[in-house]
T-cell receptor, first 113, second 111 residues
Framework: DGGITQSPKYLFRKEGQNVTLSCEQNLNHDAMYWYRQDPGQGLRLIYYSQIVNDFQKGDIAEGYSVSREKKESFPLTVTSAQKNPTAFYLC????????????FGEGSRLTVL | SQKIEQNSEALNIQEGKTATLTCNYTNYSPAYLQWYRQDPGRGPVFLLLIRENEKEKRKERLKVTFDTTLKQSLFHITASQPADSATYLCALGGYGQNFVFGPGTRLSVLP
């Protein structure tokens, strides 16, 4: 079945550590996104990529980094520079602007200890 | 700046009734508006998309309206069931524009 796989589902981090969240898709979508979700707030865009080897900052990119070396993969690194990283992280992909639908992974919950 | 509001953080209704959720937006001219369902601890799942030139869209027990003059969308679930209990997100999108999401409304359908 086609879809988006995020791992790990739960992740604990000590302050000062970098962590990387994995996102893999087999939908053959060009565009991929990372969102952060906090209680009572809408999804906020961290980074997005429209094509391999290219990515753009979203609204809250500070303290995060990404790479897009393969079409299928779009990992997100939460660096120690992110001051409040505890959140639910969602990866999504998009077939094209005309169809509009975003496909989401199941999310990764990061907790800083 | 762009802003999306959803009518309330939580909505409780009785089973069998029609649930109506509201999405209002400002400072945006979307080409389309979408509704997603999100269960606790899961990723959102797409439900419906309505384009700027459409007034109404239906899918089974779901109905969405879109009024670009009022800058508002209404999302209806008829004959609601406890299984419809979830958080519902609206999102605006456009060609070449990133999606903008509302905070969501948590719907509880009581048996």
């Amino acid at each position: 079945d086609g879809g988006i796989t995020q791992s790990p589902k739960y992740l604990f981090r000590k302050e000062g550590q970098n962590v990387t969240l994995s996102c893999e898709q087999n939908l053959n979508h060009d565009a991929m996104y990372w969102y952060r979700q906090d209680p009572g707030q809408g999804l906020r865009l961290i980074y997005y990529s429209q094509i391999v080897n290219d990515f753009q900052k979203g609204d809250i990119a500070e303290g995060y980094s990404v790479s897009r070396e393969k079409k299928e993969s779009f990992p997100l690194t939460v660096t120690s520079a992110q001051k409040n990283p505890t959140a639910f992280y969602l990866c999504a992909s998009h077939q094209g602007w005309n169809t509009g639908e975003l496909f989401f992974g199941e999310g990764s919950r990061l907790t800083v200890l | 700046s762009q802003k999306i509001e959803q009518n309330s953080e939580a909505l409780n209704i009785q089973e069998g009734k029609t649930a109506t959720l509201t999405c209002n937006y400002t400072n945006y001219s979307p080409a389309y508006l979408q509704w997603y369902r999100q269960d606790p601890g899961r990723g959102p799942v797409f439900l419906l998309l309505i384009r700027e030139n459409e007034k109404e869209k239906r899918k089974e027990r779901l109905k969405v309206t879109f009024d670009t003059t009022l800058k508002q969308s209404l999302f209806h679930i008829t004959a609601s069931q406890p299984a419809d209990s979830a958080t519902y997100l609206c999102a605006l999108g456009g060609y070449g524009q990133n999606f903008v999401f509302g905070p969501g409304t948590r719907l509880s359908v009581l048996p």
